[in-house]
C-alpha cells in the first residue's frame, strides 16, 4: 500500500530535517570558543603573559583563554631570564564526536567544521611553569664585560643547519634526540658519497665547499645578549673612558651550527599542510656556539663550546617578530650557563694583584739622555707587527731597552706576543726581544741589539706640571708617518681603576701607541696610551706617568 505524503506529513518532515540540521550545524554554538585554564607559577612574582596580554601575577592563576590554536605564553619574573612556553591543543573535545556523527548527513556543516575546528579542541586545564634561569648578577669584586657580539660561523651549510618535523609528546626530548641520530647518520652517508666524488674531480669539490660556507660577523642575537648584561650590570653605560685589563673582560661567541625543531600536537602531524595546520605546532631552536673569553687586549684566555634550546614559540609568535627572537633565546639561554661556570667565575673575578714576578733588572742610565725634540724623534722607534699593525716606542738605554705598550706587541692568544721590529729613526728594521710585560699596567720593555747615541732617562720622580706643553714622538695611522711630532697640554693625573694616567689634549692616532711623552727639554714624563674616540670627540688623550714604570716593571735604573 502506497503512503500518501499529506501536507501534515511533509511539515512533519520538513521541520526533522531542520532540527536535526540546526542541531548538526550548531557545533560551534554548542561547543564553547573559550575554555578555563589554569597556571602553576613557581614565584609570588612571577607575571604570566598570555599572547602579550597579562593574565595575572603570582603562584596560582587561571584565566578564560578563547580557542584560536596554540597559545603564546611568557613568563616574567624580576631576577630571572624571560621564560617562553606554549599552551598547545590537546585533545577534542567530547561533544565533538557526537555533533560530528550528525553531521555525517549534511554537506554544509561538514565544509563548515574545518573553519571552527579551533574551537573543537582542548588545551590542558592545568599548566606548571617553572622559571630556572636566574641571572648572575654583577658583584663589585667582579670586572665588567666588553661584549664584543655574536658571529655566525657555519662550515657547511647542508650539514649544520637543520630543520626537522617532530611530534608533540611527554618525551619530546628523546624523539629530538632520534631526530638528530637519523639526520646524522643520512650526513654520514651523504659524507662518504663526496668523498667519493671528491676523488673524481677534487677541483669542484673545493669550489663546493667553498659555497656551503655562512659568515656573519655579527648577528641580531648580539642584542639579546647586550641587554641582559646591561640588565645585571656588566655594562658599565657610564663610565666608557677607563676600561682597561684591571675591570674589564672581553667576550665574543661564535655559532657554528643550529637546528631548528616544528613541533606538531598530537592528532594532526600527517594533515595536509595549508590553512589552520601552523594553528597547531609551534617550534623551538638549538644553537652550537664557542664563547671566547678574552682580555682587555683582545687576547683568547679561554673559550667554552656549548649547544642551548630556546623556549617554545607559537606559531603566531614567529610570524610577526620572525625566527631571531627564538634564536636570540637560544643565545641568552647559553649566555646563562656561561656565566655560572668555574671557568668563567674564575676569569671575572677583579685581580687584586697589579706585580709582576720577574726579578729586578738593573739597566744602565743612558750617558747621553735626550735634551730636545730632535733628539726625542732618533730616540724613538716604530713598533712593526708580522700582521702588519704598529705602534711606537722609545729608548730608555744606551744598548737598546725600549719601552712601549703591551697592546702594542700583544697576540691573539693569550701568554703569547705578536711577532715585531723595530724600524729605527734612520730607516733600520732590527729583530725585537721582548723581555717582560705587565698587562695589568699595559707596559712593555723590549730590547735590540743596537746603540744609540741618546736614549730617555727614565726616572722613578714625578717631573711634570699640570698644564705644562707637552710633545709626543708616534706613527700615526700609517708606516710613513713615523716619528711625527704633535704638542699639546697636560691637563692633569688622573686615577681610575688602580691605574694613574695622564689626561692629555693633543692629537693622538692610532699607532702613537707606546711613544714617549716628553717636554721642550726632552724631559720624559709618559708612555701615549690611548684617546677617546666618537662623535663629538676631539683632543682628549691619555698616557702613562713614566716616573711610575721602574716600579711597573721592576726596574732599576743605575
Known sequence: MIKRFTKRNISSLTLTAVLIGCISSC????????????FTTTSKDATVFVDNEQVGKGKRLSSKIEKTGSKQIIIKNDGYKDHYKVLLPERRVYAYYPLMIIDAFFIYPLMFDP????????????NRLVLKDQYYNKTEKEKYIDFEGVKLNVEN?????????????????????EAE??????????????????????KKVLLDEVSKKIVYENTKLAENIYKTLNKIGYIDTVNQIFLDNNNTLALAGVITKYSTYKISAKGIQGQPTGTGYATYSYAKAKIYITWYIKNSYGEKIDSIEDESYSGEFANSFIE??????????????????????PLFLKYIKIDSNFKINDPILAITKPSNIVTNAEDATNSSVIIKRKDKGHGSGFVISND?????????????FNNKTAEIKAILSNGDEVSVKVVRYNKMRDIALLK???????????????TFKKLMDVYAVGTPKSLELGQSVSIGILSNERKRNNNNLLQLNMSINSGNSGGPLFDKMGVLHGIVT??????STEGVAFAIPSYLVQDYLNLKIQ
Do not use: C
Request: hydrophobic residues 30%; glycine residues 4%.
Open 27 to 38: 557545533v560551534p554554538i554548542f561547543i564553547p570558543g573559550k575554555q578555563t585554564v589554569s
Open 115 to 126: 573553519l571552527v575546528k579551533e574551537k573543537t579542541f582542548t588545551y590542558p586545564k592545568e
Open 157 to 177: 651549510k647542508e650539514r649544520d643547519i637543520n630543520w626537522y618535523d617532530i611530534n608533540h609528546s611527554e618525551n619530546l626530548d628523546d624523539n629530538i634526540l
Open 181 to 202: 641520530k637519523d639526520r646524522e647518520k643520512e650526513q654520514a652517508r651523504e659524507q662518504a658519497k663526496d668523498e667519493k666524488r671528491s676523488l673524481k674531480n677534487k
Open 320 to 341: 610577526t617578530k620572525g625566527y631571531d627572537p627564538m634564536y636570540g633565546d637560544a643565545a641568552e639561554n647559553s649566555l646563562n650557563k656561561l656565566m655560572k661556570t
Open 400 to 412: 737598546g731597552y725600549i719601552i712601549t705598550n703591551f697592546h702594542v706587541i700583544a697576540d691573539e
Open 448 to 462: 735590540v741589539e743596537n746603540t744609540f747615541e741618546k736614549a730617555f732617562f727614565l726616572s722613578s720622580e714625578k
Open 530 to 535: 690611548s684617546k677617546l674616540v666618537g662623535q
